[in-house]
Every structure is written in structure tokens, then in C-alpha cells.
């Protein structure tokens, strides 16, 4: 027993010793440990971000230099404050707190004085920098915008956030990073790589050489240039007839699905996030919770399509054979949901097809919508073909762009109204209001503006997507090059198309008077209700003007959609817009001034103030 | 007996294995000294220099030692144990002070550290005494003077105040356990230990439950006949309960913050990983900076002169107390267990070669010199580890320390050399 009582004792703590060692060195040990070693510094060498230039070569989004004062608060040596302050330009008290608060943060290491000096002042200060020992003046690079617009589409950087380090182990404190837009999706390629130099330092930070010789150290890889989809001519061009007024405007390439144009109103210069008053800024416009200029309206606002949703229940009821194009239904300056009475604005009377889309009739299609449901044998099964159809035109769900995604829209299905109203205890007429794009759809102009490209297809669309070229070259990705085809056979497209050319082309249609000389042109209007609450009341408000169009209706280039808040009719401000931006677009000229004027001069802010005003709310008052 | 006799019989296991560990860590003390400015490994002017000249000065020891008559250590053991508490007196007069600690002589090329030599000339009085015809082990008064011999010089080194070294001297206790020493006494040792632990872990309350359960488990099964000693288990519980109130009393208001926070550390007793987190940056500042380095390394480590923590100097006292950390980080996994596998071995040989003597000095002896290595060994390395709390004793052959290296290697080797003369009984 004595003898083996030591022996014991020398196993025990052998496997004691073995285990911890274990648990240290196998169990607990990270092999990326590199970045967590403190003994070990890396110094970045950050590319410059890659441009950003439109469809047709004009520069967006470059990169300007900026210059930081930097200071080392332990070579600093006595100087004269005043004069120094002066060339900075901020005053004594701010420059001895800075300086402290530098000291506080490490007296051997470097840390920004002033931020971002503007060129004027870098060149005063440039000359007399070495008399200030201690200082000295970092160049960074800071984005530059070439235009006021397309801030929603472009985005903007800033520096990451715990999240984000969390997440991506790539970045480190003090990097910045696209945001939103363009600049967060393609993060990666505008970014390029970081090159990096790993530093041995010894435990008081100071470096003692490199570490491994460099033997792991990498070089930086240069960000992309890449071209977007945008036209910065038509895209500047709807932002200033998008002025005073709230909604999207989204217009697309049919035959691409390249998006020309989104625009989001209210929005906000570019510029006004770069530099100095970055975060002054920012909180201005994050605070207008009411305009919510930094809210895409583009690709988030959902909202009921109105009238531009007829045409896709004319499709179905081709397709599903319940009417062709001949079929008619009388208009009683409205119809009958049982004795309710809703209303129509056509001026009544017997409707074919072509009638009912280019005079808008609600009677119209909320016959066709009841037949479509008639022809099956349960509202059920008729719910879902018609789920089908709709879903095919890329409504009811994220389009899959290379943007933010944005909001998925709503097209309700079987499930939905059996939730609401319960199982099998609705019919067609419950949901009535379907027919002309009210009731329960919901769709974000994005979406309107693909439904439009499909119809201009005749039957097919391209999702739409931002990124053009990388480095010249034109992208490949099939999920933007592969068509992807409606339910709807091809053949039934033409009588609709047809009624939206007449839209314009016929007296009574609903945009006669803002048809394009020389130029064919599809649309559709829409008026869309909509409800608030004031003061904790159900209000309704003036209606959304929406109109859809595309042009030229043979070989089609240009597919837009515009959804303008509370703009009343659909002919309105929505109409006004879509005719001026196609115009704008394929002739690059404007030949009728008037409109361009009204729609430049008009605003919706009045509309926009009321429901806050206090007074009682005045639905579609006449504006003009 | 000549010198060939004695190359022939000396353990060459054990010789191997010295040299083994003398080797890896002097490689690892150059490691962890060694600056870019290039010079060559016999500059005097460097550590690792400095301590290859005391690997040499050891060498030049052992050829002493193997050459001296066999029977001059445990003839000279008592003048030597005298000389040594006299050097260690002296240390109140004549000490140099270096870190805090008085314990050093300053004898111009480098500084003697008596201590050391008081581990060696402890060992051997013990060692003499206890193989003494009239020592009866069995005996109280016996018994006492055996302790004294061990108190002698740790009541002298506390002062200094070195309570680490101090601390090895208990080890000892080892050799009269060997001997005979009643085993009753290491449990009670033992008993207090884990209640103190106990008491600081889990609280007077949960001790008195478990101590509760333990008499129920111990008594519950037993056959009805025999009879449960309810007046010693009561008396003894009360003890328990008693002396558990007082490690409590004791700790919060007898015990500094220092204390405190060392073993709140060491047996986690903050409860707040944030807290606990601070607590380890700054009074656990050295473990835990050793324990990261040991960590970083990995299983197969960073490589020679690759450890970065090493090389930022991150570890405080790298080169001495936490030197095993340098292996750790650039030997990994591999080092760290080859170094342990090493002492393990030689521990289990110098054992078996204690076991083997005929002659009770030479045995004893070696269970002293087992007893001092093992207590650095295990005291050093679990502090390094993060298992044991800082404590500031060496590891054996490995740290830098003129006098260490010296007297660790004059320790082995006197055992080694009464080992060659195993097969006589008497000198």
C-alpha cells in the first residue's frame, strides 16, 4: 500500500495533466487563430472600391479622396494651438478634447483628429503639416456620386457593425460595407479584397517585424467596375417628375428584364451620405418616419394594384376558355354583388372585352371573375387555377432580383379566405373585389412593372435584375438570362394587348389624350382605394393613381409601371408619368412641354398633409 | 569502486531521461529569450548563454559527485543540513533582494539561491535520521523530530517571504510516510483539504448534507448486528461542520482580497462569466496568458522560434516559472505530452530504483528526492495549466535559474550515485 501510494499519486496527476492539456490544445483550439493572436497585427491594404456606371457607359458612383488629420499622442510636441486649430478649423476646446480622448485611446497608436477635410482646407494645411509633429494627414477614399438620383437603387456604405462582424469574419472594426442597393449586393465584387500584411508585436504593441517573413501575407485584389441596368438620363428625369409627389415607378427592358429605371419618391441626394454630415443626415432622413424618403417605395410599398389587374383576369378567362373575346356583359353603371349595388365609371352599357379593358369596366370583369369561378365545379378548385395563373406572372412572391428583396406582394389563395370567412363558406362573390385588383392584392410596382413586361412578351418575362456588366462583360447568370413563361398560352395575349393600345388609341379610352405622337403605345389605368386610420377611424383616402404601359406595342422596349400616392385617377399623375418617361425614353426628347410642366409644378404635398391637419378628411377633392 | 564500475551501474534511464529534459528546456528557454539581434548560443551575455554556462557548471557537478566516496554524503549529511540553515539565517543579514523576495546571495557572477541547496541538504538529514538505528518511527517524539527537520528550513524561507519553496519541504513528508508514518495522518490531511474545498464551493450547508448521505451510504447497508458507532460519528461530523463554519470565518475575514480572489479564481467561484473573465485578465494575468499561449499551439504546436506569444513576450516569466507554456505553444500537444511522459517515467524509475536499494539512507534519500521534484513538478505545471493557483516554484531542469538548474541536477545525481552502490548494505 505505501509503496504504491506514490506510483498512484505520479499516474493521477500525469492523466490530470494530459486531460487538461488535452482539453487546451485539441478540444478548445481554433486553427483561425491568426486574427485573435494579439500577438499578431494585420495591416490592411484596402483596393479602391470598384465604379459603378450606368447601361450606357455614364459614370454613378466613383471614388473621391478624402483626407483624416491623424495623431500620435506621444510624439506630439508643444505647439501653437490657436494658429493649428485655425488651419483645421474647429476650435481650441474641441481640439484639446480630441486630443484627449486620442490619449485615452492609446497614446502610442494612431487615431483621427478631423475627419474628412475637404480639399480646400487639405491644401492650406498640406504645406504647414510638418511644423505640427505628432500629426499627420491620412489619405482614405470616399464615394463619389456623379448624380443626385437612384440613391435607393445605388445604396450607400457604412462602417460595420457588431452584426455584421459577427456574421462575415472577412471585416474588422472600422471597414465599411454596402448598405443597401446595389452597393450590398454586390458587395463582393465592388469591394474587391483586402491585402494583408501580418505584424509580430511584442506585448506593449509595439511591432517587431513580420511575421512568418510574410510568409502569409496577401496582396489586394482590385474592386470590379461594373455597369448597371439603369439609364441615368431617364432615371434622373423621373426623379424630377417624381417631385412633391410619394409612390414607385419602376420601368423595365421587356425583352431583358434590365431594370431602367426605379424610382422611389420621396428620395434623397446620394451625396448626403458621404463625409462630415453623413450622420446628420441620415438621422434626418431615418427620423421622417412620415415621407420615409429612405423607404424603397419601388420594391417595398405593396399596395392594391387597382384596374392594371383586370387585364390579367381577361388572360385567365381565355385561357380557361370561360369567354372569348366576343363575350359581353352589361354594364348597369355598375353590378350587382346580391342587392348591393358597386359602382362603375365606363358609362354603362354592353361590354365585349376590348371595351371593358380600354373603358375600364368593373362590371365587366366582375362578370368575367365569376365566370372564370363558375367553370368549376368547386370554388376550391376554381381558386387554385386561378392561384396559378396569377403566381406565373411573378405576383404573390419575391421576384428573385438582385436588389434588396423587397416585399412579396399578396395573392390570397384558398387557405387565406378559409381562415377568414372559414372553410367552405365563401363563394366568388365574397371576394368580388379581386376582379378589378382590389380586395386582398397586394403588389409592389416592381411587380406591376414585370406583370406589364410579361403581357408585353405575350406571355413571358426575364426577372428583372439591376447588374449589367462586370468589367465590360455582360453577365451571364441564367436565373437573369432564361425566360419564364406565364401559364397563359401566347395566343390569347393579343385581344389584351389590343384593348390596352386602345386605351390610348380610342376615343373613351381611358388615356386617350396622353397617347405619344408616332409612337404605339399599351397601358392600362388604375384607381385604387385606400384606407387609414385618422385618429384611430377607418378613413378612406383620395385613391392611388397606378398606371401600367409599354411601348412600342410591336417589339416592345420599354415596360413601366407607376403608382402614385393618393394621385386620384389613374390617368392622373400616374398616366401623366408613364407617357412622359416612354417618351423620354425612346425619342429622348419631350415634345409635349405642357405635360412636362404640369407634372414638373404639381405636387401632392397638400394631399399628403391633410390626413395630419387635424380637419376632416375631404376624399378626391379635385386638385386640377 | 572505480570509475568504469561506476559508468557501468549508474541508471542510464534515468541519466538519459535527465538530459532529456535538460535539453528540451534549454531549447525552449532560448525560445523564449531569444531576440533578432542574432548572436551565438555561448554569448554569456543572453539567458539561454547564461544558462547553457550552468548546464556546463553541472556537468562539471555530476563528474564531482559520481567521483566522491559513496559514503561521504550521508557521513556529511548533518554538517551539510547546519551549513544550509546557516546560509539560510544568513539570508536575514547578507541577503540580496531581488522581486520582492530575499533570497539570494550576491556572489558577483551570479547570485546563490540557499534555498536550493537547503532542498538538497534536507533531503539528505531526513534521510539520515530516519535510517538511524534508534529512530522508531512508530514514536511520537520520533515522529516530531523528523518534522522538525522538514520545519526547520521552510519556517526560515517563508520570510523571506517565499512561501513556494517553503511549500516544498512538506513533500518530505512523503519519505516518513514511506517509512511508516501512520497513514491516519495523510487522510486527515487530506480530509481537511476537500473540506475546505468543499466548504468554498458548494457552502457549509451542502457539506453537511453530503456528509449526511455519506454516513447513510456507509452505515445504511451494514448488517444489522454490528453496531453503528453513533458517539465518534457524531463527534467527528461536528468536527467537520465545525472546522467548515471556521475555513468560512477564515476566508472572508482573515484572508485578504488577494486571497481571496486566487482561489475564488482557481475553484471558480464567480459565478458571472464577465466577472470571471476580468478576474482572470488581471490577477490570473500570467495563467491566463500561459494558458492562451498553451492553447494557440495546437496539437502539433506553432514550431521552434514560431511562438508568437512567446516571441511578444505576452507571457509574463516565461523563461522561468511559466516556461512550460513556451513548449506548449511551439511544441503543441506533442511537447506538452512527451514532457510529461518524460518526468512520469523517471518518477516511476527512481521508484523502482529506491525500492531496489538494500542500504534504508540510500531508499529514504531517494523518496526525498522524488518527493522535491514531484511537488515542483506538479505545482509548477498545474499553475501553468490553470489547475493549481499561482504558485512560484520551477520546474525542475527545465527553468532558467543558475541555482536551480545546479542543485536539481546535485539532488538526482547524489541518488544516482548511491545507487551504484545498491548491493551493500552498508558503505
Redesign the interface.
Known amino acids: 500500500?505505501?509503496?504504491i501510494?506514490?506510483?498512484s499519486?505520479?499516474?493521477v496527476?500525469?492523466i490530470?495533466?494530459?486531460g487538461?492539456?488535452?482539453y487546451?490544445?485539441?478540444f478548445?483550439?481554433s486553427?483561425d487563430?491568426v486574427l485573435e493572436?494579439?500577438?499578431?497585427k494585420a495591416v490592411y491594404d484596402y483596393p479602391e472600391r470598384g465604379y459603378i456606371y450606368d447601361r450606357n457607359g455614364k459614370l454613378l458612383v466613383g471614388n473621391d479622396p478624402a483626407y483624416d488629420v491623424m495623431v500620435i499622442p506621444r510624439e506630439v510636441k508643444p505647439l501653437d494651438t490657436l494658429e493649428f486649430c485655425d488651419l483645421l478649423g474647429i476650435d481650441k476646446e474641441k481640439f484639446i478634447d480630441k486630443l484627449r480622448k486620442a490619449r485615452v485611446y492609446s497614446p502610442r497608436l494612431p487615431s483621427v483628429l478631423v475627419p474628412q477635410l475637404s480639399k480646400q482646407d487639405y491644401a492650406k494645411l498640406q504645406e504647414k503639416m510638418r511644423k505640427y509633429k505628432g500629426f499627420y494627414i491620412q489619405k482614405r477614399s470616399l464615394r463619389y456620386y456623379d448624380t443626385p438620383s437612384a440613391a435607393n437603387v445605388l445604396g450607400y456604405i457604412s462602417e460595420v457593425n457588431e452584426g455584421d462582424l459577427a456574421v462575415n469574419k472577412y471585416y474588422v472594426q472600422g471597414e465599411l460595407k454596402g448598405r443597401t442597393g446595389v452597393e450590398r449586393y454586390y458587395e463582393d465584387l465592388l469591394r474587391g479584397r483586402k491585402g494583408v500584411q501580418y505584424i509580430?508585436?511584442?506585448?506593449f504593441n509595439r511591432d517587431?517585424?513580420p511575421?512568418?517573413e510574410g510568409a502569409i501575407d496577401t496582396l489586394p485584389e482590385q474592386g470590379k467596375q461594373i455597369s448597371i441596368t439603369i439609364d441615368k438620363t431617364l432615371q434622373e428625369y423621373g426623379e424630377l417628375l417624381m417631385n412633391g409627389k410619394r409612390g414607385g415607378i419602376v420601368a423595365l427592358e421587356p425583352s431583358t428584364g434590365e431594370i431602367l429605371s426605379m424610382i422611389s419618391g420621396p428620395t434623397y441626394d446620394p451625396a448626403l451620405l458621404v463625409g462630415r454630415e453623413r450622420s446628420k443626415n441620415y438621422t434626418k432622413l431615418y427620423n421622417d418616419t412620415i415621407a420615409n424618403p429612405t423607404w424603397d417605395r419601388s420594391i417595398h410599398a405593396q399596395q392594391p394594384p387597382g384596374s392594371p389587374f383586370k387585364t390579367l383576369n381577361a388572360l385567365i378567362a381565355l385561357q380557361e376558355g370561360v369567354m372569348d373575346e366576343s363575350s359581353t356583359i352589361q354594364c348597369f353603371h355598375g353590378f350587382y354583388v346580391g342587392k348591393t349595388k358597386r359602382g362603375c365609371h365606363c358609362g354603362g352599357g354592353m361590354r365585349d372585352m376590348n371595351k371593358g379593358i380600354y373603358m375600364s369596366c368593373n362590371a365587366y370583369f366582375a362578370g368575367t371573375f365569376r365566370k372564370i369561378f363558375e367553370h368549376f365545379d368547386t370554388t376550391d378548385e376554381a381558386m387554385d387555377v386561378w392561384e396559378k395563373h396569377m403566381r406565373s406572372f411573378g405576383l404573390g412572391d419575391y421576384l428573385g432580383y438582385d436588389l434588396p428583396f423587397g416585399q412579396k406582394g399578396r395573392i390570397p389563395n384558398k387557405e387565406y379566405y378559409d381562415k377568414w370567412y372559414g372553410d367552405n363558406r365563401w363563394s366568388s362573390s365574397y371576394i368580388i373585389s379581386n376582379s378589378i385588383g382590389q380586395g386582398e392584392i397586394l403588389a409592389t410596382p416592381v411587380q406591376l412593372a414585370n406583370m406589364t413586361a410579361a403581357i408585353a412578351n405575350r406571355g413571358h418575362y426575364f426577372t428583372p435584375h439591376i447588374l449589367k456588366k462586370i468589367e465590360g462583360k455582360d453577365i451571364t447568370e441564367p436565373k437573369f438570362t432564361e425566360a419564364k413563361h406565364t401559364t397563359i398560352d401566347p395566343k390569347y395575349f393579343e385581344p389584351v394587348v389590343q384593348g390596352m393600345a386602345d386605351v390610348y388609341r380610342k376615343k373613351g379610352g381611358t388615356a386617350y389624350w396622353l397617347q405619344i405622337p408616332d409612337i404605339e403605345i399599351a397601358g392600362k389605368t388604375g384607381t385604387a382605394e385606400n384606407f387609414t386610420k385618422i385618429d384611430g377611424v377607418r378613413t378612406q383616402l383620395t385613391d392611388h393613381s397606378v398606371f401600367v404601359a409599354f411601348a412600342p406595342v410591336d417589339n416592345p422596349k420599354i415596360a413601366i409601371a407607376v403608382y402614385i400616392e393618393n394621385g386620384y385617377f389613374g390617368s392622373r399623375y400616374a398616366g401623366h408619368i408613364a407617357t412622359l418617361m416612354i417618351e423620354k425614353y425612346l425619342k429622348g426628347e419631350i415634345t409635349r412641354k405642357d405635360l412636362e410642366k404640369r407634372m414638373l409644378e404639381k405636387t401632392l404635398e397638400a394631399e399628403y398633409a391633410k390626413p395630419y391637419s387635424g380637419e376632416e378628411f375631404k376624399i378626391n377633392e379635385r386638385v386640377w | 569502486m572505480s570509475g568504469r564500475n561506476i559508468l557501468k551501474r549508474i541508471d542510464w534511464l534515468s541519466v538519459f531521461i535527465y538530459f532529456a529534459l535538460v535539453f528540451i528546456g534549454w531549447i525552449n528557454i532560448y525560445s523564449s529569450t531569444f531576440t533578432d539581434e542574432h548572436s551565438t548560443i555561448f554569448d554569456f551575455g543572453t539567458l539561454y548563454g547564461k544558462q547553457l554556462f550552468f548546464i556546463g557548471v553541472s556537468l562539471v557537478a555530476i563528474v564531482i559527485i559520481l567521483a566522491l566516496e559513496v559514503n561521504f554524503y550521508e557521513r556529511f549529511s548533518s554538517v551539510l543540513y547546519l551549513l544550509s540553515m546557516a546560509s539560510l539565517l544568513g539570508l536575514f543579514v547578507f541577503g540580496k533582494t531581488i522581486a520582492g523576495a530575499t533570497s539570494w546571495y550576491d556572489l558577483g557572477f551570479f547570485n546563490l539561491q540557499p534555498s536550493e541547496l537547503a532542498k538538497v541538504a534536507t533531503a539528505l538529514a531526513l534521510a539520515k535520521y530516519l535510517s538511524d538505528i534508534q529512530t522508531d518511527i512508530k514514536r511520537r517524539k520520533d515522529q516530531f523530530y523528523a518534522l522538525l527537520i522538514l520545519l526547520i528550513p521552510a519556517l526560515l524561507i517563508i520570510p523571506q517571504p517565499d512561501p513556494g519553496s517553503a511549500l516544498v519541504f512538506f513533500a518530505l513528508i512523503f519519505v516518513i510516510f514511506r517509512e511508516g508514518l501512520p497513514l491516519f495522518y495523510l487522510a486527515i490531511v487530506v480530509s481537511l483539504i476537500l473540506i475546505f474545498v468543499i466548504t468554498l464551493m458548494f457552502g457549509t450547508i451542502w457539506l453537511s448534507i453530503g456528509l449526511v448521505l455519506l454516513i447513510i451510504l456507509l452505515f445504511g447497508f451494514k448488517r444489522k448486528s454490528l453496531k453503528i458507532p453513533v458517539i465518534p460519528l457524531t463527534l467527528i461530523s461536528v468536527a467537520v461542520i465545525l472546522f467548515s463554519l471556521s475555513v468560512n470565518f477564515v476566508f472572508n475575514n482573515v484572508f485578504e482580497q488577494r486571497h481571496r480572489d486566487r482561489f475564488g479564481l482557481w475553484l471558480r467561484l464567480e459565478k458571472d462569466p464577465n466577472k470571471l473573465e476580468q478576474i482572470r485578465k488581471s490577477i490570473g494575468y500570467n495563467t491566463y496568458q500561459s494558458e492562451k499561449a498553451i492553447e494557440s499551439g495546437g496539437f502539433f504546436g506553432k514550431g521552434f522560434l514560431e511562438g508568437t506569444r512567446t516571441k511578444g513576450d505576452f507571457v509574463p516569466e516565461q523563461h522561468t516559472d511559466y516556461i512550460f507554456s513556451t513548449v506548449g505553444e511551439e511544441w503543441g500537444f506533442l511537447g506538452t505530452a512527451t514532457v510529461i511522459i518524460l518526468f512520469s517515467v523517471l518518477f516511476l524509475r527512481l521508484i523502482s530504483l529506491a525500492e531496489r536499494q538494500k542500504n534504508a539512507f540510500a531508499r529514504m534519500y531517494g523518496y526525498g528526492v522524488i518527493s522535491i521534484l514531484l511537488i515542483h513538478y506538479f505545482i509548477n505545471i498545474g499553475m501553468v495549466i490553470g489547475i493549481l493557483p499561482t504558485i512560484g516554484i520551477p520546474l525542475p531542469f527545465f527553468s532558467y535559474g543558475g541555482s536551480g538548474l545546479l542543485f536539481f541536477t546535485i539532488l538526482l545525481f547524489i541518488f544516482l550515485r548511491l545507487d551504484t552502490n545498491r548491493l551493500k548494505e552498508s558503505f
Open positions: 500500500m505505501r509503496k501510494l506514490l506510483s499519486i505520479i499516474i496527476i500525469a490530470t495533466f494530459l487538461r492539456l488535452s487546451l490544445q485539441i478548445s483550439f486553427t487563430h493572436d494579439p500577438a499578431i509580430q508585436k511584442d506585448r517587431i517585424g511575421y512568418k
